[in-house]
């Protein structure tokens, strides 16, 4: 059984375009968070939800909106698609805050194409 | 602010090689530390972790990381690398903030 899943896996689109990714977990972790993946391969942290609650929210544009539908589900919506948000995004899920004893899981990463 | 550095970025190693991948960071509380790898095409999988106790920790595949609380380090380290473990290997801390902070990946190549 998959742990964390994503959908789409792969995103090709348009500039200016809006999309969705898509994050479930299935462990019965309290928090999730997005991570974007760039070119050269470095991960940094978007936004962290905690009981549907969110606890971080980086330097992001305010065209990426997160939405937390229950605990299980954080998605990803992202408005007006610019060149520079082609990256692979990464789901992740932790039973408690990272602080504590939470080990992240990660989801197979979906990877966006703006054109 | 927390930051990891990992001052490697392409190790090529020939198989039966052993391995040392160094990672440091930079803050002064406690932390929690992580080494993860992500296979060609694949999502990121834990392969160790510090949390307290013994410094010396060992993970999956072979792998172990030394906690040198002195020289803020966590190097990574398997006695004897196969083709397999081609991959890239991200070192990560937290120390009490609610996220991860990454280091920027070494990208390890073994050669059969």
């Known amino acids: 059984d998959t742990a964390v899943s994503q959908t789409p896996k792969y995103l090709v689109t348009q500039m200016g375009n809006d999309k969705s990714i898509k994050c479930e977990q299935n462990?019965?972790?309290?928090?999730m968070y997005w991570y974007k993946q760039d070119s050269k391969k470095f991960l940094k942290i978007m936004f962290s939800y905690n009981n549907k609650e969110l606890i971080i929210n980086e330097t992001v544009p305010n065209r990426f909106s997160p939405k937390s539908p229950d605990k299980a589900h954080l998605n990803l919506h992202i408005n007006s698609l610019e060149l520079g948000d082609s990256a692979v995004y990464f789901c992740a899920s932790s039973q408690g805050l990272a602080g504590g004893a939470g080990t992240q899981y990660f989801g197979p990463g979906t990877r966006l194409t703006v054109l | 602010a927390q930051s990891v550095s990992q001052h490697n970025h392409h190790v090529i190693l020939s198989e039966a090689a052993s391995l040392e991948l160094g990672c440091n960071y930079s803050y002064g509380g406690t932390v929690n530390l992580f080494w993860y790898v992500q296979y060609p095409g694949q999502h990121l999988q834990l392969l160790l972790k510090y949390f307290s106790g013994d410094p010396l920790v060992k993970g999956i595949k072979g792998f172990e990381a030394e906690f040198i609380k002195s020289k803020f380090s966590f190097n990574l380290r398997k006695p004897s690398v196969q083709w397999s473990d081609t991959a890239e290997y991200f070192c990560a801390v937290n120390g009490g903030a609610n996220n991860l902070f990454f280091g920027t990946g070494t990208r390890l190549t073994v050669i059969p």
């Open positions: 462990l019965g972790h309290d928090t």
